[in-house]
Nanobody, 122 residues
Framework: QVQLQESGPGLVKPSQTLTLTCTIS??????????WNWIRQPPGKGLEWVGA???????YVSPSLKSRTSISTDTAKNQFTLQLSSVTPEDTAVYYC??????????????RGKGTLVTVSS
């Protein structure tokens, strides 16, 4: 059974960089077929795809966030990390990590973390 767990700060100040880590257990990030996704849900709104990474397969980011987003993997720790720079209150959301067949919400996600709330506020 694959499990995903998000971790990171619950509160970030505007203009700072948000860093979230997803730790994978019960499976390996080096499994070449899967895409490891970041998704978020702002309060009162629907799910928004942030980006994804595939081990040795590239990084994919939402066009609206591309200039501020970086996604990387740490195979030794079996983790992948999201960095979102220059955050604003509009980045306040519950952030989820998920495993999927592709890099967007259009693909089936078979495992997802419980999510972590990130609030951007001074």
């Amino acid at each position: 059974q694959v499990q995903l767990q998000e971790s990171g700060p619950g509160l970030v100040k505007p203009s700072q960089t948000l860093t979230l880590t997803c730790t994978i257990s019960g499976g390996s990030i080096t499994t070449g077929y899967y895409y490891w996704n970041w998704i978020r849900q702002p309060p009162g709104k629907g799910l928004e795809w942030v980006g994804a990474i595939r081990y040795r397969g590239g990084t994919y980011v939402s066009p609206s966030l591309k200039s501020r987003t970086s996604i990387s993997t740490d195979t030794a720790k079996n983790q992948f990390t999201l960095q979102l720079s220059s955050v604003t209150p509009e980045d306040t959301a519950v952030y989820y990590c998920a495993r999927a067949d592709g890099p967007s919400l259009s693909y089936a996600m078979d495992y997802r973390g419980k999510g972590t709330l990130v609030t951007v506020s001074s």
